[in-house]
């Protein structure tokens, strides 16, 4: 399995905007699709976006799209999230998971489709 760190959480303003990274260990980052997932207190993981393992298709969450924009650089082992026009409702633990897979379906809105998750990094988006 692949290892996953987030970095680039932190404190905003709402209308400002952050980019999270997640890197991943090993050699074979390619092989894999990655999704962003976000946890507010009290609340079950939700989805955020997905990518495929090559970068060329996505699937976003209704309430992000248009604002966040997800990228993969393979030749860095990384995958990142562009938030922009950050909203308080933003507000969350914000993880990335990986799954390796050839193909990006709706499976990759869900969970439990994913084989690794990161620790998660911290948003807060005050009003």
């Known amino acids: 399995q692949v290892q996953l760190v987030e970095s680039g959480g932190g404190l905003v303003q709402a209308g400002a905007s952050l980019r999270l990274s997640c890197a991943a260990s090993?050699?074979?980052?390619?092989?894999?699709?990655m999704g962003w997932f976000r946890q507010a207190p009290g609340k079950e993981r939700e989805f955020v976006g997905a990518?495929?393992?090559?970068?060329?298709?996505?699937y976003y969450a209704d309430s992000v799209k248009g604002r966040f924009t997800i990228s993969k650089d393979n030749a860095k082992n990384t995958v990142y999230l562009q938030m922009n026009s950050l909203k308080p409702e933003d507000t969350a633990v914000y993880y990335c998971?990986?799954?390796?897979?050839?193909?990006?379906?709706?499976?990759?809105?869900?969970?439990?489709?994913?084989?690794?998750w990161g620790q998660g990094t911290q948003v807060t988006v005050s009003s």
């Open positions: 998971a990986a799954k390796r897979s050839n193909i990006l379906t709706t499976q990759a809105m869900g969970v439990t489709w994913y084989d690794s």
């Open positions: 090993g050699r074979t980052f390619s092989t894999y699709a």
């Open positions: 990518v495929s393992r090559a970068g060329g298709s996505t």
